[in-house]
């Protein structure tokens, strides 16, 4: 079945240890996504590709960097995790933007 | 004024009633609209998508739009406990070539048996 996946579904870090959170697709669509969502919050768009396009927005820290190596991967990099970036981080798809967008499970990012 | 407003509940309803949520929004220009539906401790999956005035239903499901009144609404026939949910509403929202999905905060959702 095609599907989004994300590695890994939990991952606990450090304050200030990078850490790289994954994204895959079988959709084989061109636009990837990644969000952020804390408790009881919507959730928040940190940036998209387009194909190779990388769009911000723009009030992304720097701290949250991105990388798409082909059409089926992308990486979330969060160069040193403060406490405040505890949250689920999903990974989306959609054919183009920013039609239907479908939801990998996400990563549970625990900030000690 | 936030870009998409929903009440964050908690809306109860019994079992086998219907259960309505609603959003507005705030760029007139908005042309998509969907429904997404997010368990606890899960991700958000699509339910619903409408672009025009009008009522769409699918299943159980029916969504509503109002371009005029800048309002979208979803409603849950038969709810089932399984309903039990916060429901996500997302808008397509920006400048053409800068458009993005603008989602509420939710509202959660209590199907009482």
């Known amino acids: 079945d095609a599907m989004v996946i994300q590695n890994p579904r939990y991952q606990v870090t450090q304050f200030g240890k990078p850490v790289t959170l994954s994204c895959s697709q079988t959709?084989?669509?061109?636009?990837m996504y990644w969000y952020q969502q804390k408790s009881s919050q919507a959730p928040k768009l940190l940036f998209h590709?387009?194909?190779?396009?990388?769009?911000n927005e723009a009030d992304t820290p720097d701290n949250f960097q991105s990388r798409r190596p082909n059409t089926s991967f992308c990486f979330l990099d969060i160069r040193s995790p403060g406490l405040g970036d505890a949250a689920m981080y999903l990974c989306?798809?959609?054919?183009?933007?920013?039609?239907?967008?479908?939801f990998g499970p996400g990563t549970r990012l625990t900030v000690l | 004024q936030k870009e998409v407003e929903q009440n964050s509940g908690p809306l109860s309803v019994p079992e086998g009633a219907i259960a309505s949520l609603n959003c507005t929004y705030s760029?007139?220009?908005?042309?998509?609209f969907f429904w997404y539906r997010q368990y606890s401790g899960k991700s958000p999956e699509l339910i619903m998508s409408?672009?025009?005035?009008g009522d769409k239903e699918d299943g159980r499901f029916t969504a509503q739009l109002n371009k005029a009144s800048q309002y979208v609404s979803l409603l849950i026939r038969d709810s089932q406990p399984s309903d039990s949910a916060t429901y996500l509403c997302?808008?397509?929202?920006?400048?053409?070539?800068?458009?993005?999905?603008?989602f509420g905060q939710g509202t959660r959702l209590t199907i009482n048996p």
């Open positions: 760029d007139r220009g908005s042309q998509s």
């Open positions: 409408i672009y025009s005035n």
């Open positions: 997302a808008v397509k929202t920006g400048r053409q070539g800068a458009q993005k999905l603008v």
């Open positions: 989306a798809t959609s054919s183009h933007t920013p039609a239907e967008q479908f």
């Open positions: 959709l084989n669509h061109n636009v």
């Open positions: 590709y387009y194909d190779k396009d990388f769009n």
